[in-house]
Every structure is written in structure tokens, then in C-alpha cells.
């Protein structure tokens, strides 16, 4: 058994024992070892993909990863280009079905607009995503052990849990590199996902969707995937690189990023084509939440020139009774106790849970019933306080 104090090591599992993996050495090697390992469920997973309803059609999901989203990870992020050649040789896939992971959340995005000029379904019925998600950030003062805690839940369909398409990865860099260790929750074949590094800063997602989203067309930038922004986040150096990221204008989607820090300093931006918004309304002053709609007060302000696309109830939904339970006594929260809360009675759907406690680097996942605890190896050199980042 495993506890926050006595955490697993990946190390340390015997094999089969939890879908786990340490990817070491360069960039090939590491995407390589992950394509060999998770070969069977990558695969599984790229056919989950392939056709699924909330993307466009296959025809120009591919169309679009060649013309537009290799050149924009070649360009942007050369590292996860590499990762993705050798997951590619390791697994057997090929990378046109890699990028199309990689870059789902980006499709998903834009299928009700390519609906709107040649609809083959009908009418548009809106973006959905594949996967909801509703996150929750716990300050020191709103836990028993004083510790800032990062949760997320993930709602999407059985075949995730079924398949074992739920993988855990702690990568490791070379020296060379100067980058944290990162410990990762993710689909088997995806580069990025919730994660914590080895210096205290964990990062969660959550797909928006907003009226300036747009479909991307070659020639007219090169485009990166806000799919893969948690990735990039965690290898950042500094809070200034993130702002830089950000505001470079080279995506055509919109996305929520929450970072936290080891210190408990936390950040949670609503990041769109043309703008980024920063969340600072906290409920109840210890905890701050979000889901797959937007809930900055910035972006209320914007309305006139600004729209959320998210359809139907949902998200908002979920997120009120999110608020009612954290309302209730106890005031103070255990790890197992947030995991409790963050399970939607009313949301069957709910595949997995993860919580980031970013002072002790301790990862909680939560996949059916069991609450199983893992430990990074490396704690790394630096504190949360490098980000920059304060309340």
C-alpha cells in the first residue's frame, strides 16, 4: 500500500503492476522506449481516435496534420519532434497518426466550424469534447497537511479505463538539457498531459472553446497545438517564458492552463487566439476551480467582442455542484477527502482522478477505486518561486 508519506517509486513497481514508465535519455531514445513499451495501447488509442465523433473527418484530420500541425511542431517544439520519430519507430505507428493524438484537442475544436462551410452531418452541432475535465486548486490553509494541492477530474467514455489507455510517465532529461524531471498523467501516444516537475510546479488543462478559434491554413502561420501547452509549461524555466509562449500568437485554439507552485503560489489562464485571460476570483478564498467553459471575470468583460462556443449545460453544471460540495464542511480537506469530492455522484463518466501535492512531489491517481500514491525520484534544484508567480 501506498500514502502520501510513503509513496510508490516507478522504479520500484514490478512489472504490469500499474501502467508506468521512467523514459530516459535524448529526445529519440525517450519517445522511442514509450512507442515500444505502450506499442498495444497507443495503437488502440490512435484507432479510438480515428473516427471518433467529436473530431472532423478523418480525410481532414490528416489533411490538416500535414499541411499544418508538423510543420508548427517541427518549428516549435523540436524536442517533442523528436520524441514523436522515436515513438513512432518504438510502436510501429506512424507519425501522421501520432501528430493526430497530439493535436486533438486542436480538431476538436474547429469540427463545428468546418461544419459551417461544408457540413457532412447536418446542421453545426458545436465543439464537445473528447474528454471533459473539471479542475480544483486547495491552498495550504484549505488542507490538513498544509500543502497546496492541483486536482483534476477526467470524464470520458469506459474504453479509456477498459483498455488501460491511461498511462503514467516520469521523464527524465539529460543534464545537458537543464530541464526537470516531469511526472505525467496521459493517453497512451500523447507527449503532454497533467503533470508535475521535479521543481514543485504542477499544471493541469481544460478545453475551451471561444469564438476566436478559427481554422488553421498552411502558409498563414505555423500553428502549435495548445494540446500540448501542459508539456511545454512544465519544461519552462521561468514564469516570463510561459507569458512569452502565450502571447506569441501562433495558435488557432483556446485552452485553460492552472499552474501551482510548490510555494502555493497559483495561476490559471484562459488562453485564446488573440488574448489571454488570467482567473483570479477564488471561491471561498482557499480554492479556485474550472471546467470546460470560461469563468474569468475578464473574459465576462469582453463579451461584446468575445464568446464562449461551449454547448449546453454541462460544464456549468458540474462545476456548481463542484462548489456546494467544497461549500460543506470539513473546511480543512484530506487528499482522500478531495478525491471524494471531486467524484461526480451525478456524472457517471468519470474515468480518473489525479492530485499534484507540489511541496512533497507527491502524484495521487485515482483510476476506479483505488487511490494509488506515487513519489518523483529527482526533487530537482529549484522551488516554485523561480516561476514568478503570486497570488
Given at each position: 500500500m501506498s500514502s502520501p508519506e510513503h509513496p510508490f517509486r516507478i522504479s520500484q513497481l514490478p512489472p504490469g503492476h500499474h501502467p508506468?514508465?521512467?523514459?530516459?535519455?535524448?529526445d529519440y531514445m525517450r519517445g522511442r522506449t514509450y512507442g515500444r513499451v505502450f506499442a498495444d495501447q497507443i495503437s488502440r488509442n490512435v484507432a479510438r481516435h480515428e473516427g471518433h465523433p467529436s473530431l472532423p473527418p478523418l480525410e481532414i484530420c490528416y489533411a490538416l496534420v500535414e499541411m499544418v500541425y508538423q510543420h508548427g511542431l517541427r518549428r516549435h517544439w523540436p524536442r517533442g519532434w523528436r520524441e514523436l520519430e522515436g515513438m513512432s519507430h518504438g510502436s510501429g505507428m506512424s507519425m501522421h497518426s501520432l501528430i493526430l493524438l497530439n493535436v486533438r484537442d486542436d480538431l476538436v475544436a474547429i469540427r463545428d466550424i468546418l461544419e459551417a462551410y461544408a457540413p457532412p452531418y447536418g446542421a453545426p452541432s458545436g465543439p464537445k469534447p473528447i474528454s471533459e475535465t473539471t479542475s480544483a486548486f486547495f491552498s495550504r490553509r484549505a488542507t490538513v497537511d498544509g500543502v497546496p494541492v492541483l486536482a483534476q477530474a477526467r470524464y470520458s467514455?469506459?474504453?479509456?479505463?477498459?483498455?488501460?489507455?491511461?498511462?503514467?510517465l516520469e521523464i527524465r532529461y539529460p543534464p545537458a538539457q537543464r530541464i526537470p524531471s516531469?511526472?505525467?498523467?496521459?493517453?497512451?501516444?500523447?507527449?503532454?498531459?497533467?503533470?508535475?516537475?521535479s521543481d514543485g510546479?504542477?499544471?493541469?488543462?481544460?478545453?475551451?472553446?471561444?469564438?476566436?478559434?478559427y481554422i488553421p491554413v498552411y502558409g498563414t502561420n505555423v500553428f502549435f497545438p495548445v494540446t500540448c501547452l501542459e508539456?511545454?509549461?512544465?519544461?519552462?524555466?521561468?514564469?516570463?517564458?510561459?507569458?512569452?509562449?502565450?502571447?506569441?500568437?501562433?495558435?488557432?485554439?483556446?485552452?485553460?492552463?492552472h499552474l501551482v507552485t510548490d510555494t502555493g503560489s497559483s495561476i490559471s489562464l484562459e488562453i485564446s487566439p488573440q488574448r489571454v485571460f488570467r482567473q483570479v476570483d477564488v471561491y471561498t478564498g482557499e480554492s479556485m476551480l474550472h471546467a470546460n467553459h470560461y469563468q474569468s471575470f475578464e473574459a465576462f468583460c469582453a463579451r461584446r467582442a468575445f464568446r464562449d462556443r461551449y454547448q449546453g449545460r454541462a460544464s456549468s453544471e458540474r462545476l456548481g455542484r463542484l462548489k456546494n460540495r467544497i461549500g460543506q464542511p470539513p473546511r480543512q480537506w484530506l487528499l482522500e477527502q478531495i478525491a471524494i469530492v471531486l467524484l461526480d455522484e451525478e456524472d457517471y463518466s468519470t474515468v480518473a482522478l489525479v492530485m499534484f501535492d507540489t511541496t512533497r512531489r507527491v502524484i495521487s491517481v485515482r483510476r476506479g477505486a483505488a487511490l494509488v500514491h506515487f513519489g518523483m525520484e529527482d526533487r530537482g534544484m529549484r522551488s516554485g518561486p523561480s516561476l514568478g508567480i503570486r497570488n
Open positions: 508506468a514508465l521512467i523514459l530516459e535519455g535524448d467514455e469506459r474504453q479509456v479505463l477498459d483498455e488501460d489507455l491511461l498511462v503514467y516531469i511526472f505525467m498523467v496521459t493517453d497512451a501516444g500523447m507527449l503532454s498531459g497533467s503533470g508535475m516537475n510546479v504542477a499544471v493541469t488543462a481544460n478545453s475551451l472553446f471561444s469564438s476566436e478559434d508539456r511545454c509549461f512544465l519544461e519552462c524555466s521561468s514564469f516570463e517564458a510561459i507569458r512569452m509562449m502565450c502571447g506569441r500568437g501562433d495558435f488557432h485554439a483556446s485552452r485553460n492552463v
